[in-house]
């Protein structure tokens, strides 16, 4: 069973960055499709950003294309998000999430077999 611990999170004000990142206990990292979603209260868990396990294709949801961006260090078995010009509705936790061998991107939550424990990411207007 692969563990995921995120760190990263935190406040920051609108039109500013963070840098999630993933680790994994793992040291097959490579071989995992990866993931992040996020769930804002009162709400379902949503797809962000994922890259399937060959690294050949990458994914984004709609409303973080060309401001976030999912990266891998498989050396490292880690994999970050970066987020630029954050927006107040991009308020939520964010959950690093992993499926073995998996070819794609998956945007479904039950895709996903391994999860982090969350971290919240707060964005102020």
């Known amino acids: 069973q692969v563990q995921l611990v995120e760190s990263g999170g935190g406040l920051v004000q609108a039109g500013g960055s963070l840098r999630l990142s993933c680790a994994a206990s793992?040291?097959?990292?490579?071989?995992?499709?990866v993931a992040w979603f996020r769930q804002a209260p009162g709400k379902e868990r949503e797809f962000v950003a994922g890259?399937?396990?060959?690294?050949?294709?990458?994914r984004y949801a709609d409303s973080v294309k060309e401001r976030f961006t999912i990266s891998r260090d498989n050396a490292k078995n880690t994999v970050a998000l970066e987020m630029n010009s954050l927006k107040p509705e991009d308020t939520a936790v964010y959950y690093c999430?992993?499926?073995?061998?998996?070819?794609?991107?998956?945007?479904?939550?039950?895709?996903?077999?391994?999860w982090g424990q969350g971290t919240q990411v707060t964005v102020s207007s």
């Open positions: 999430a992993a499926e073995l061998y998996s070819q794609r991107v998956g945007v479904s939550p039950r895709e996903y077999h391994h």
């Open positions: 793992t040291r097959t990292f490579s071989n995992y499709a």
């Open positions: 890259r399937n396990w060959s690294g050949f294709s990458t």
